[in-house]
């Protein structure tokens, strides 16, 4: 059910922003976009969510577009421990609380 | 307490074999969940609990048996395994309710059927 596309890979330069692309084209007007992150071997981390409008907080930023079909993670300052797979799940608000993950892109940030 | 906690981290076991991981929670969720991860793949929704009882399960083998006893505990009681049901077990739990609410992950448990 995972309704999202990243890309499989990238790098990252250390201390560089790193923007991670995520396409959610069939998204509806009730779901939320969640970012989460899995350090080998670790439960994923929540990183942000949102709706429609761009958030930030103390680990990163989303910009979601506005049409909402596709969403930008944003670490700005990405160090070696930012090396993770990264998801985009859109979840929606009124059919519980699944999540469905989809592939993930694997950042590699770079010394 | 932030924080989901899972037991054993580890779990060898043999086709034969009757075992349960153990997922415990005290920030009050009434939402619970199991998750199987394969190497290098995402994790797959198996279960979902809200208030203690079962509201999804996504066509998982019976062999796989959960149970919620409380609202703090999710447990999944496994039976005749096979070996390709090797794979992390993750737990997580959220606030139940149709807003946009967060998961919070446990460590999981490594499993290895022999």
């Known amino acids: 059910d995972a309704k999202t596309t990243q890309p499989p890979s990238m790098d990252c330069a250390e201390g560089r922003a790193a923007n991670l692309p995520c396409n959610h084209s069939?998204?509806?007007?009730?779901?939320?976009v969640y970012w989460y992150r899995q350090i080998h071997s670790q439960g994923p981390q929540y990183i942000i969510h949102?709706?429609?409008n761009n958030e930030t907080n103390e680990m990163a930023s989303l910009i979601i577009t506005e049409d909402r079909k596709s969403s930008t993670l944003i670490l700005p300052h990405a160090t070696l421990r930012d090396t993770a797979v990264y998801y985009c799940?859109?979840?929606?608000?009124?059919?519980?609380?699944?999540?469905?993950f989809g592939t993930g892109t694997s950042l590699t940030v770079i010394p | 307490d932030t924080e989901v906690t899972q037991t054993p981290k580890h779990l060898v076991m043999g086709m034969t074999n009757k075992k349960s991981l153990k997922c415990e929670q005290h920030?009050?969720?009434?939402?619970m969940y199991w998750y199987k991860q394969k190497a290098k793949k995402p994790p797959e929704l198996m279960f979902v609990?809200?208030?203690?009882?079962?509201?999804i399960n996504e066509s998982v083998p019976s062999r796989f048996s959960p149970e919620c006893p409380n609202s703090s505990l999710l447990n999944l009681h496994l039976h005749a395994l096979q070996p390709e049901d090797s794979a992390l077990y993750l737990c997580?739990?959220?606030?139940?309710?149709?807003?946009?609410?967060?998961?919070?992950f446990g460590p999981g448990t490594r499993l290895t059927v022999l």
């Open positions: 997580a739990s959220s606030p139940s309710g149709p807003m946009g609410n967060e998961q919070f």
């Open positions: 069939t998204i509806s007007g009730n779901e939320y």
């Open positions: 949102g709706l429609k």
């Open positions: 799940i859109v979840r929606p608000t009124n059919t519980g609380n699944q999540f469905y």
């Open positions: 920030m009050g969720h009434r939402a």
């Open positions: 609990y809200s208030y203690e009882k079962l509201s």
